[in-house]
Every structure is written in C-alpha cells, then in structure tokens.
C-alpha cells in the first residue's frame, strides 16, 4: 500500500506558517525524513541545471523540476501554462488583486505558497532525489539534505548564455537579467530570504573553472560528508 505523506506535509506546512515565519525551520518532524535529498539552487548560466541532472544521474536519484510543475497544476486544479507563468516569479499585492479579479487560471499568492510547500516537502520526504530551485532550500529542513549554491561571474555566464543559447551579448544580459530579478523577487515574496544568503547553503560552487563532471564530482564529496555510507546505504534499503 502506498504512504500518504500529506498528513505529514500538512503538519509541517502549519508548522512553518508559510510566508510569515518559514525561517523557523521544522525541528519535530525531522526523523521522517529517512532518505537524504539535494535542493540545488542556481544563477542563470552558471550551469546548475545540468549539475542537477548529472547528480541525479551519478546518484541514482529523482530529479525534481518539470515534475514540480506538474504537481502543483494538480494541486491548485489549474492548467500547467498558468503555473509556468508564476513559476519562480515574485509577486506584488496589486498583481494578486488584479489578476484573481481577470483571469480565472490565476492561483493566488498564499494557495500557490502552501501548494508548493506541500510539493516540494512531499519529494523530500520521500528523499533520494534532486530538487531544482523553487526555494526549496528555505522550505525542507537542513539538517535532512545537502543544499547547494551553484553560481558563475556576471561575464562567465553572459558568455555561456551567448554559447550554448545562441543569444547575441545583448540579449544574453536581458536574459539573464530578468531571470535573476524573477527568481530574487520569488525567494523575497514567499520566504523574506535573500537567496545569496551564505547561511543558506551547505556549499557554494563557482563553476568558473569546474566542467559539470567535476563540479558533479565536488557535490558528490560533499554529499557523502554530511550522510556518511551507513545512512546513505540505509535509505537506499528502505521500503
């Protein structure tokens, strides 16, 4: 029979209070965490989406990212294009007030909060996987993951925009641009964090001079530091 996680994930969810005191992390349900999970934060072009599916891939874990998308379309009984369109995005009072008035697909600020919590801790809960951005590292308790920072200088990832996207210099910088702003503004919005907060993060890696194996390669170290083999092995044989 499969385990209902939400009952759990409503008491952390009512335990975290979301939005006005998340940064009190979850202390009583920490033991149901079993299986150890990764939440992988990253800079626009510094490479940190394809240093999470290269971890998931070495470690025989679930990526979390599109699937996070997918689960809270079915949380909020909303199309997936209406949830891509506030996906990492910040948003103000007025927006909320506009938007729940004009477009019936709109989710409002505090559902879409409480459905993401209730997403991304259901992952974490069932562990061995890789969660990609979404805050997850503001949302999961620390002490059961590996939290990784993965940034790049300014011109490095201006560069690798213009390489491996075929965006020209200018438009490389507005594309980087807004996606910074947006994914700033969502960490504010939902968590009051600042996403470059150095006590965010259990490692924080300039891939400047790294290539996704050896940047891989770094996390994995990490990785194995915080959950020795004993605990890793033990998830691994869990039901």
Same mark, same amino acid.
């Not at 940064?23 to 349900?29: A, G, I, N, R, Y």
């Not at 562990?127 to 997850?136: K, M, T």
């Not at 201006?158 to 960490?187: H, L, S």
């Given at each position: 029979m499969p385990i209902d996680y939400y009952p759990l994930i409503n008491r952390i969810v009512s335990t975290l209070k979301i939005r006005d005191t998340?940064? #009190?992390?979850?202390? #009583?349900?920490?033991?149901f965490f079993e299986r150890p999970f990764i939440t992988v934060a990253r800079e626009p072009g510094s490479g940190g989406?394809? !240093?999470? $599916? $290269?971890? /998931?891939?070495? &470690? =025989?874990?679930?990526?979390?990212? %599109? *699937?996070?998308?997918?689960?809270?379309?079915? =949380?909020? #009984?909303?199309? #997936?294009?209406?949830?891509?369109? !506030?996906? %990492?995005?910040?948003?103000?009072?007025v927006d909320n007030i506009i938007h729940s008035v004009l477009n019936p697909e709109y989710v409002e600020e505090s559902r879409y909060?409480?459905?993401? =919590?209730?997403?991304? &801790?259901?992952?974490a809960h069932q562990?061995?996987?890789?969660?990609?951005?979404?805050?997850?590292n503001f949302i999961t308790p620390f002490a059961r993951g &590996?939290?990784?920072? !993965?940034? *790049?200088?300014?011109?490095?990832?201006?560069?690798? /925009?213009?390489?491996?996207?075929?965006?020209?210099?200018?438009?490389?910088?507005?594309?980087? /641009?807004?996606?910074?702003?947006?994914?700033?503004?969502?960490?504010k919005t939902y968590f009051k964090k600042d996403l470059n907060s150095r006590n965010a993060y259990d490692i924080t890696l300039n891939t400047t001079h790294y290539s996704i194996n050896e940047a891989t390669d770094v996390i994995m170290m990490a990785f194995r530091r915080k959950f020795p083999a004993f605990q890793r092995l033990r998830a691994t044989l869990l039901p």
């Open positions: 998340l940064e #009190k992390q979850v202390p #009583k349900e920490e033991h989406a394809p !240093i999470a $599916r $290269r971890l /998931a891939t070495r &470690l =025989s874990f679930t990526l979390h990212d %599109e *699937a996070i998308v997918d689960e809270l379309a079915k =949380s909020t #009984k909303k199309h #997936k294009a209406a949830i891509k369109e !506030i996906d %990492e995005k910040g948003r103000t009072y909060a409480r459905a993401l =919590s209730r997403v991304v &801790l259901n992952f562990g061995n996987c890789v969660i990609l951005g979404r805050g997850a &590996l939290h990784v920072n !993965i940034v *790049a200088p300014y011109d490095v990832r201006v560069q690798r /925009a213009m390489q491996y996207e075929g965006f020209d210099e200018e438009t490389a910088q507005e594309v980087i /641009a807004q996606v910074e702003k947006e994914r700033d503004d969502f960490v």
